[in-house]
């Protein structure tokens, strides 16, 4: 069975961190990217981040660039997402996917991301 797991949010000031996991079972986890994608209530789910499984290709909306880091522990099949610098902008529901990894780039487009997981709330209050 295909399990992603997001875990890690919560409740924190503007200008703090969080640091958010997915962890990733029931697949070849070398063979995928793992991909973030955060939903605020009225808006429509954004690409965040995504990292390759072999830690090549990472990828960052313009909003995180420069305060948000993916990174990987395939010994773990999890992938992290710090958080830093937290903007009340960033108060969604944050959900971690899979895609099958092409070798070149990993994707911010929803569709092409085979498995979810269920999301974990982050909060930032101004």
Known sequence: EVQLQASGGGLVQTGGS???????????????????????????????????????NTYYADSVKGRFISSIDNAKNTVYLQMNSL????????????????GTDCSSYGPTYDYWGQGTQVTVSS
């Not at 991909?35 to 830690?55: H, T």
């Not at 903007?87 to 092409?102: D, M, Q, W």
């Open 18 to 56: 969080l640091r958010l996991s997915c962890s990733a079972s029931g697949f070849t986890f070398d063979n995928y990217a793992i991909g973030w994608f955060r939903q605020a209530p009225g808006k429509e789910r954004e690409g965040v981040s995504c990292i390759s499984s072999d830690d090549r």
């Open 87 to 102: 903007k009340p902008g960033g108060t969604a529901v944050y959900f971690c996917a899979a895609e099958l990894y092409s």
